[in-house]
């Protein structure tokens, strides 16, 4: 993950709105992805976006891509307790299909 | 539950030895990704099958090679293995093996080198 990166850590308040942010380098990535794991369990995929799109919105969760500045963010509507997790986005370069992933934002949801 | 299982859950071993991972794809999905998630690398791609052949490669060890069998399962050997092993190894499945597809990851081997 040494061309995606993400700060390691975000606590946000339940009911509040997390802002969960990516940097990527590669300007080839084609697809971005927003990804969620929980502990002991595999990742999730939670949305992804086309690298042509600016905006995708999918329930509680907006992704905005600013493609001159390569950032990616995710934002998680009406933070929930369930929403505790480690959020990693990822990007596929061209037309492979290896994911290369950001080093992951740990997101603690308090009471 | 994502459909993709993993053997074992935990392992644990020691230096040198060789170990053997195995991961079992959702019905019907032709491809199989290994990724490698330690604290220090993060976690990283390491090899793609699709249909038993080889699809992509990435940070491989060449003390590390994978197969996927006429069934679709995989397995991922890891030999003379190091401390700096000690990882999560996720597998995940895919219908087809083109960007698009969906990757659905199994639960992880974690694996200990002592």
């Known amino acids: 993950g040494e061309d995606v990166e993400q700060s390691l850590f975000l606590s946000v308040r339940e009911g509040d709105s997390s802002v969960i942010n990516c940097t990527y380098t590669?300007?080839?990535?084609?697809?971005l992805y927003w990804y969620k794991q929980e502990p002991g369990a595999g990742l999730q995929l939670l949305t992804y976006i086309f690298s042509n799109m600016d905006m995708k919105q999918d329930q509680r969760l907006t992704v905005l891509l600013n493609k001159k500045d390569k950032h990616l963010s995710l934002r998680i509507a009406d933070t929930q307790t369930g929403d505790s997790a480690i959020y990693f986005c990822?990007?596929?370069?061209?037309?492979?299909?290896?994911?290369?992933f950001g080093t992951g934002t740990r997101l603690q949801v308090t009471l | 539950d994502s459909g993709v299982t993993q053997t074992p859950k935990h392992l644990i071993t020691a230096t040198g030895q060789r170990v053997t991972l195995r991961c079992s794809p959702r019905s019907g999905d032709l491809s199989v990704y290994w990724y490698q998630q330690s604290l220090d690398q993060g976690l990283q791609f390491l090899i793609q099958?699709?249909?038993?052949?080889?699809?992509a490669k990435g940070n491989i060890l060449e003390r590390f090679s994978a197969q996927q069998f006429p069934d679709l399962h995989s397995e991922l050997n890891l030999s003379s293995l190091e401390l700096g092993d000690s990882a999560l190894y996720f597998c995940?499945?895919?219908?087809?093996?083109?960007?698009?597809?969906?990757?659905?990851f199994g639960p992880g081997t974690r694996l200990t080198v002592l």
């Open positions: 990822a990007e596929i370069r061209g037309t492979a299909s290896k994911l290369t």
């Open positions: 590669d300007s080839s990535s084609t697809y």
């Open positions: 995940a499945s895919s219908l087809g093996g083109q960007p698009l597809d969906e990757q659905f």
């Open positions: 099958y699709y249909n038993g052949e080889e699809r």
